[in-house]
């Protein structure tokens, strides 16, 4: 890798949320497909038995509101991670 490479991993972050009102594991990949399309995130993940959203890029990205917005296009929920 180059350095520019280097750098921009190492900024890299990830953030945990809940995700609600999915029904179904396809509520769940349109959830993640809208995330991965936004600039400067890299990865978004939903387990959807628990309804927990791992989004992974740049931390400006990671941003709550920023990802909530996108999710509530579709219909859906952000929050914190449930314990």
């Known amino acids: 890798m ?20 999915l029904w179904c594991t396809s509520c769940a990949l349109a959830v ?28 400006p990205a990671l941003e709550e509101a920023r990802l909530a917005a996108a999710v509530s296009r579709l219909g859906y929920r952000l929050g914190p991670p449930k314990r």
């Not at 180059?2 to 609600?20: C, F, H, K, N, P």
């Not at 939903?46 to 309804?51: D, E, K, L, N, T």
């Open 32 to 59: 993640e497909a809208q995330l991965a399309r936004m600039p400067g995130v890299s990865a978004a993940s939903v387990h959807y038995p628990s309804a927990t959203l791992l989004v992974q890029g740049q931390p």
């Open 2 to 21: 180059d350095a520019i490479s280097d750098s921009q991993s190492e900024r890299q972050g990830e953030a945990l949320y809940s995700v609600q009102g």
